[in-house]
């Protein structure tokens, strides 16, 4: 589920780009706030069922991207999974399985993330580039695929 929070988060910005919260856009935001990584078309249907049409699954996730609701993601060629945009789930990171191709969210403690910043911070200063944001893409083996 939402939170009351982002759900009038994501109300105030989709009236500003005068775009309407449909029910079948409440059902789409609603299973990627339950979903724990960015979900493709494909994969959300699954979870929602007949209830949304496929197409209108596609054209809901590519408005509520375009009113910078949802974040598009990229780990697999030719796939894209969307996330609810960082402004609205927080920042974090993303486990990607090579072999399934299941996308995880991860937070990184505090602690840890100081430390990234630091590390990413001297990348960017190292070749001029002034950082705005930085997301990290752990490849790997997911449980189920070890
Ligand atoms: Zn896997
Ligand atoms: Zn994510």
Known sequence: MT????????ERRLADAD?????GRRVVISALAE???PRSAAELSRVIGESV???SLYRSLAVLEEA?????????????????????????????????GIVQDIEVADGLE????????????GVSFSELNHALEIEGHCAGCA
């Open 3 to 10: 939170t009351p929070t982002i759900d009038r988060q994501i």
């Open 35 to 37: 979903a724990d990584g």
């Open 114 to 125: 100081q430390r990234l910043q630091e590390i990413v911070a001297d990348i960017a200063g």
């Open 53 to 55: 049409p496929l197409s």
């Open 68 to 100: 910078g609701v949802l974040a598009p993601h990229f780990s697999s060629p030719g796939l894209t999974r969307y996330e609810l945009a960082e402004w609205l789930s927080g920042h974090h990171h993303h486990l990607v399985c090579i072999c399934c």
């Open 19 to 23: 775009v309407r919260y449909t029910r």
